[in-house]
């Protein structure tokens, strides 16, 4: 999973499109709003994105049990 701020100009989105298509599985997430500081800018939206990026992969046992 590659989040990427749609106004990040330390990691342009170019770089993020790059490394997707390097990446066998991969998924870009661009946020428009977003700058290189997305994960502190919108935090919910962030770990719902990685939640639901895992919980499509069983990465994770599910909610409410214990591995």
């Known amino acids: 999973l590659m989040l990427a ?6 990691t342009p989105r170019s770089a993020a499109v790059r ?5 066998p599985g991969a998924e870009l ?7 290189h ?3 502190i800018e919108f935090p919910a939206l962030v770990c ?3 939640d639901r990026f ?3 992969r069983a ?3 599910p909610r ?3 591995t």
Do not use: F
């Open 29 to 35: 997430t661009v946020v428009p709003r977003a700058t």
């Open 54 to 56: 895992l919980d499509e």
């Open 5 to 10: 701020g749609g106004s990040d100009v330390m």
């Open 19 to 23: 490394v997707v298509r390097a990446t």
């Open 48 to 50: 719902a994105r990685v």
């Open 64 to 66: 409410g049990t214990s």
């Open 37 to 39: 500081y997305m994960a």
């Open 59 to 61: 990465v994770l046992a």
